[in-house]
């Protein structure tokens, strides 16, 4: 069977790397994009021609299957502490991207039938907090970007979902961040990932848009 | 390993047989409960005795695992045409049933540490169309419920799911009711039912309470 | 000029009180219809008949311009706690009664040329909070109703609002229920009242299917 | 009384010209901020050093109201010949410009006690349609915004109200860009305006956050 790619933006961290597990384990080559750390390619996804340049150079003999965007950038600041310069660069690190990634990857799926996006949106995604303008704002414009392009791109056969990711995901960085975090109140990655790979592969009579995802328990 | 039991609420149509099928090739004991048709336990889940009169009578070697909840009464018909008495049907047909059935559900599943339910909406559930206000307000009802108890009840371990069925499902009675239905514009209910079972068993770490399921290309 | 009629369900307490006198100032003849309480017409109105009685009787030379839905059952409780019984009563004084009342209304006002339906909703309508499951599962039914009733009877000059109440509204009972309630964190019936008042006399070049209204610095 | 002040972003067109009157009307010293077109204040929103200038220019003796921010940037395009230049810019117009404005007018309207802004949205705020992946992305981002500002500020007075505009507004350019455009079936810029200045002046304990518009009979 023919070799499949897929492109794994936001890679790094908890989640990005047990997705990366996960459809390794699954047979595929798996390109993972980050803007740094050992074992990713490098390349900035808010650089239309970077990014360009990055699917250009994917290796036709193991045709793309699809993208996990999962670029992440938290940001909790008050508002009126917050640059505008901050929150155009927390717009373009998880939305900017997400248009370029597709931009360039659903022209390429539709010459092989079809393919599947998703995107990793937060429990901001649909309830902005106080002292989340700048991440809510830019996760509200990363899910109408998924939910438009699942209306226009959808009968091409372009599978987009837009996740909704409702608590903390268990890592190293988590525990240092959140003292108060519990692995038992957490998301774990493994877990996580396999959604991702359940999702990536629905047939198309059962296409998922929009799911949430929390631990047990989780307070919403 | 020990059986476990499911229950398959409102489970004649394709999408019923199908869960049936899905499940007992995993290994469960299920119970398939309709109001009528060959090989289903025939109980009025919009009766409260009666509900509790079929939980009573579980076979207490094979634990419930959970419930799926699948009572559907598909209802079309301009508002001022809609008898009030057809309102109080629909709704309890739909809601009540899931009512009655939670309240046997959950009190034997904490006792084992958790189980899940799983409460199948509609694209009513989130938009009432004209000619569907009967139908809509009933499901509209039925995922309030499944969200309040996904509240209530997910810290004692009970999953609660709210599926969103946006689209036709393919059947026989599909292609009588609506001549212009196509299979590959339908959702296939082996389809269907693998979805359900992966949000069935969802890790403690990773619960969905609602997502949408559409065919490919389905407008929404 | 003519006088006219608008109806009131549900007109008890401070904020059925307080639409009566904003209605009546502005020159409306007012029914006011309760199950109880002095000066009030008494209906019940998840009785289909008698609600129609209740349309029959009214003075053609005062004609409609509307019904102003304001049936309110609060009830919070466990969920295990809550018979079905009460679920069902729940769901027949919020939602039913809403039926009724649009079932006698719509033919009168289109006959009219039109006219105006406010159903009120509350925070539970959009958030199925624990120990509100019956209460929300009936405010959700409603809040379809309403969507469903707008779509379908819109182009034929029927107005449908309905209203998400999210806070307190001040009065005696308030006080009693709540001892920590406070005034200036929550809403004024006569404030409301007027909200009312605009929303019933939207032009039909501007209508709202649904706002929310809280106290300043409620939090939501 | 004192005469105070009221900031419009985004004056031009029908819906600004009406918005702008209406306030004039009621006592209102009026600042028209646009980029172009006679009768308006010249400042690039999008700039945040501008948009600062701008304010502290404002005559002290006429405090600040509020700002009711308008600016609209209309766009439709296939989503594979959307630049992302366009994608930025058209994100810059909408929701940038909010920023901005919230950034400057918070400050100043907490030392007098509270004021008000409201920020007009777009059917495409709540749902993403095919050729609207930019404009849908960008109010999807500003209905976010103005979320998070109403929790975060909500407090200390000021009343953050995001309106969803669904359908057409009457005007010359929509004549021309719409040929099918029917006056009795689009929005008086009057009867908005008239709705702008019943929610800027909600009395405290009635705030509404978000509601929608739309003529009658208007399809959603």
Redesign the interface.
């Known amino acids: 069977m023919q070799v499949k790619t897929i492109l794994i933006a936001g890679s790094s961290g908890g989640l990005g790397q047990a997705i990366q597990d996960r459809f390794r384990a699954g047979g595929y080559d798996v390109i993972a994009v980050s803007r740094h750390g050992a074992g990713h390619t490098h390349v900035d996804l808010s650089d239309?021609h970077a990014t360009a340049e990055l699917f250009n150079g994917l290796d036709p003999s193991k045709p793309l299957a699809g993208v996990i965007h999962n670029a992440m950038q938290f940001h909790r600041s008050?508002?009126?502490e917050t640059e505008?310069e901050t929150?155009?660069q927390v717009?373009?690190s998880m939305?900017?991207t997400a248009?370029?990634v597709?931009?360039q990857a659903?022209?390429l799926l539709r010459t092989q039938g079809?393919g599947c996006l998703i995107f990793s949106g937060a429990s901001?995604s649909l309830?902005?907090?106080?002292?989340?303008?700048a991440f809510?704002?830019?996760?509200?414009?990363?899910?109408?970007?998924a939910?438009?392009?699942a209306?226009?791109?959808?009968?091409?056969?372009i599978?987009v979902v837009h996740t909704i990711l409702d608590g903390l995901i268990?890592s190293d960085k988590t525990q240092q961040r959140f003292s108060s975090a519990q692995q038992?109140r957490?998301?774990?990655p493994t877990?996580?990932a396999?959604?991702y790979w359940?999702l990536f592969h629905?047939?198309?009579?059962?296409?998922?848009?929009?799911?949430?995802?929390?631990?047990?328990?989780?307070?919403?």
């Open positions: 239309a008050a508002f009126l505008p929150f155009e717009w373009r939305t900017l248009v370029n597709a931009q659903i022209p079809g901001g309830r902005a907090e106080p002292h989340f303008s809510s704002s830019a996760k509200f414009a990363l899910r109408g970007l939910q438009g392009l209306r226009e791109h959808g009968s091409e056969g599978h268990w038992r957490s998301m774990i877990d996580l396999e959604v359940q629905q047939p198309q009579s059962t296409w998922t848009q929009e799911l949430d995802l929390r631990p047990q328990g989780g307070s919403y």
